[in-house]
């Protein structure tokens, strides 16, 4: 496989003297030095989805959101692929009635906390090909043992940082994106872009001292789900619900009575500027819509796009407004996985800066045992 070149995500700030000592006192977090064996996610594959055609994948949250952007980015030509949340019960129902028994099967991806709300689809699927994704002591462990179904075991240093595992990899070998190359970009972003992160943490608590929200301005589809996946992390790690908001540029632009009071971070690709505009001679006509604008016949898509940002830019310096930008050289999947890198970093520190453990016990659990409680009191009620 060729090698991309070492290259690394860039972030530049707006303004003057952002260039503050990011102190790297901070321990290394337990995700970047995360072991990944691909030998049991492809020998699973081989023995138990590659000679499905059709394949449901049944999961929730930011599992679901990410897979969801990869698979929007990078279709699979051998499979088709269909996503649904373990409590749609009205798309589960419609699944299950119009694809060819012979030719379906349904995984589900569920970590240790969620496993509880996929079990329920899990149990009404019982004459359907199932696989279950799971870590290795919970209940899709116990099921897969008694339903004998085929179960891939997962281990995840944390219930939030779970990317760099079989619930990514595992589904990707379907597409035919190289799960290696994500893992490579993980594993060059853990390695270069440590300071960075820590600068962007510094930068944007400092700012929020002052700001009342955070607009992330991504025009990728890919990076824009991706982002959108990481955002309930985000806002847990500087504790605050609906600080961060993801739109594109025009979104933004109707948003200009409000920036002055936000951060803004574009996240930027570097497109290619081979990709130019063939405008029509004719159009310049003097009467036409693109009369006097022949310089468009030498402009290429990454022109329009660097314009747009620099608009946003210049309005926001115009209004106080502050900024940074992150710029990923392409949006390959060695980038993506940089910029996933990126991020689970910026959020770890965001949390420490806080002096908030991202690393504690996971959520839902008490909500699972609340409802077990509930569902026990009325079937209770019910028999009497």
Known sequence: MEKTPKRKI??????EGEREKASLTFPLPPFVTQKIDFLPFQSFYRATLRIFRQVVIVTQGDIFATLEAFFSAYPSFE??????TGTDQILLRRLYDELP??????????RRPEEFWNLFAFLTLQDRRRILVGEPHGAFAECARECFVPFLSVDIPCFSFWHRSAFLYFPLSMSGIPPEEVERGFQEGYALLREAALR?????SRELAEKERVYVVVDTVLLKKLTVSFVSLLEECFGKRGLFCVVSGEDLWKEKGEISRALV???QESANKKFRIRVPQTFFSPSGLFAQREFLCHCSFSDIQNAKW???QSLLRRMGGRFLILELPDVSPFFVGQYMALLQYFACYSAWLRGVDVFSDPPLVHFEHSVVSFLAKQHGEETR
């Open 265 to 267: 971070i574009f996240v």
């Open 10 to 15: 860039t972030v530049r700030y707006s303004g």
């Open 79 to 84: 499979k088709r692929v269909f996503f649904c």
């Open 200 to 204: 962007m943490a510094l930068f944007v």
């Open 310 to 312: 620099e608009v946003l």
């Open 101 to 110: 028994q012979e030719d379906v099967v349904f995984l589900f991806l569920a």
